[in-house]
């Protein structure tokens, strides 16, 4: 158990500055761009969401912005309320009466502007609020509605929007072009003595990965390779389809999210892949495993699964065999994979084949807290005060577990812990799952 002493950061963490906004279009032009993208996002289930709110106030007390700063602007469904206001006014069944009546009146770009810290800054898609709502609302959707409004009229933070922009340029959010993967495919295999098959013709299995992991964490490169050789899978990276973090779908780019998930799915049709394998990235399994066929307008003819799936997989298949490591270990579920994935018990089948003693935090996997990090938060910097306090939360789940070692499964999640390690100077590092079972592969005979 660790000595750390968890003191709350000091201030309110809230982000009092001018919204950012990109290209040069007037205010009218922003404000019919963010309303003709909201009424063409409101479907009937969004529509069905927005008039069955019963104002119970449940989801304050499910959101990590809510439960760390007690201020009520932090309310999940008071972060979508100028879009509800548009629904209201403009398409619901009483918009006629709402107009007439001057009841509703209309949303203004300073509105918006101001709505930006609520919809980018302090929302990580996490989902946790639609876990309690008991009207069953997914809050997150209808932010992530609201993202695409305010990308259409040029008010994305700045911090997020680059990355999307240069995703869009280059192929990569982060600066790992086609170029960077081969070299540092190159470098790594040459240096780690492992086969990586890089633009093979054909394969069972296309291997994805985050530009986090290729940046920051390029040992999950030769955990996969040694993985997949252990398995002897018939599976290759591609360079025309690797980049798996989906920047365009956190900016609420729409057609850059399109784009992003194209480009895995005809790098798979290619090599006429029968599996995906989605890095350790939570939004990468987001926007792939549960977006991937309504992009494509139909059934992906091939499985889309989570690193930890396949590795769950292979282990119930005996095809994976682990050697013991007995140590005290807790996982962070990565919300994305988890809470709105529904992948709880893979990961607990990888740490009982380990036979690590796992140590479970004090809430359900599903209502696990998230880390603060997610929806694109952990790249606005500006939002770093706030995202630090609810950090806070989590490193305080972790330490209440007692667990020496903490893994998860999402490289984002890791970046989020490294950053909040260091900034209160926390004795826990996040480990990588793949990583651990790496290096815990058994010998084959
Ligand atoms: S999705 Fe998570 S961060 Fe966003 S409002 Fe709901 S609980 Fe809060
Ligand atoms: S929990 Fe659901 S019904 Fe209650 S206030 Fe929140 S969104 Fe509305």
Redesign the pocket.
Known sequence: MSTTTLDTPAGSGGTASAPDRQGTLSDPERLQRAMASFVLDFGATAALYME?????????EACHYYVQTGDPKY???WKIEPFKQAYKRQIGPFSAFYRLFHLKRPVTTDELGKWQELIYDSCTLCGR?TL????G?D?PSLVAAARHGMEAAGLTPHDLWEPTDRAEREGSPLGATRQVLKERIAWLADENSVKIPLDLEQADILVTISSVEIMKYPQAIVALARIMNHVRASWTFRSDGYEATNFSMLSGDKKGQRNATMLLINAALAVQAKIVILPECGHAYQAFRWTGANIYGKPLPFRALHISEFLAEEIRANRLTLKSDPRSMTFHDPCQVARRGGVFEAPRVIFRALGAQLHEMSSTPAANWCCGGGGGVVTIHRADSLRHRVFHLKMQQVEDTGADILVSSCSNCRLTFDDGQAFFHWDKTAHSLLELVADNLAERH
Do not use: D, E, F, R
Request: net charge neutral; aromatic share 0%; with cysteine.
């Open positions: 069955s709110c019963v104002h119970c106030g449940q989801c304050a309310t999940p469904i609020c309690v709502c008991p009207m609302i809050i």
